[in-house]
């Protein structure tokens, strides 16, 4: 078979250790590559990971003087796997149904995550916006110290000492007062 510099393929097998994986070429099939590396943003101290699918559509490029050494440069879209939303936008999907996307034009983020979200920092992790809106069926804080610099609205507040609505006090004559307005 004469050398081609350039082959499209489907992957055939993914060592993830290695960052490599095989090809099955579309030009011949049933021939399958030897473990190509697969190209990355970044390999050195800052580093990206991101592996291919079984059966995804890539490109591969090969050295002229080593026709079995190879790179795959990416995947790309066939009329087969287009995406369904398109535009001026990144994002990633992944199979569970977890999806990032940026928006270019709005400037606007979503995450919608199937699982769970963790989010930590070494020293203080900081949320400003001009608003900020938390919806869920249960809301939790642990804190050693909590400072507020503004009033809180909220039907109650229940701590280990019980609930700031059904709390009362007595009086300099001993009656009880009534639970906070």
């Known amino acids: 078979m004469e050398f081609r510099f350039m082959r499209s ?6 060592n993830y250790k290695r960052c490599s994986a095989r090809v099955e070429y579309d030009d011949a099939p049933g021939v399958i590559s030897k473990e190509l590396k697969i190209l990355s943003t970044n390999s050195n101290k800052s580093k990206g990971y991101s592996m291919p699918s079984i059966g ?8 002229p003087h080593a026709p079995s050494v190879g790179f795959i440069v990416g995947a790309y ?17 992944f199979p569970d149904g977890t999806r990032l996307k940026y928006d270019l034009e709005a400037s606007l983020l979503e995450i919608d995550c199937v699982g769970d979200i963790d989010i930590s920092g070494g020293k203080v992790v900081n949320i400003q916006a001009r608003e900020v809106n938390i919806v869920a069926e249960s809301f939790n804080v642990s ?11 909220c039907a109650d507040v229940v701590t280990d000492k ?7 006090h007595v009086d300099a004559e001993d009656r009880p007062t009534t639970p906070p307005v």
């Open 9 to 14: 393929g489907k992957i055939s097998s993914i």
């Open 56 to 63: 995804e559509d890539v490109v591969c490029i090969f050295f």
């Open 77 to 93: 879209y066939s009329g087969k796997n287009l995406p369904a939303d398109t535009g001026k936008i990144k994002y990633i999907f």
């Open 143 to 153: 804190a050693d110290e909590s400072n507020f610099d503004h009033d809180i609205n």
């Open 162 to 168: 019980g609930s700031h609505n059904a709390h009362t």
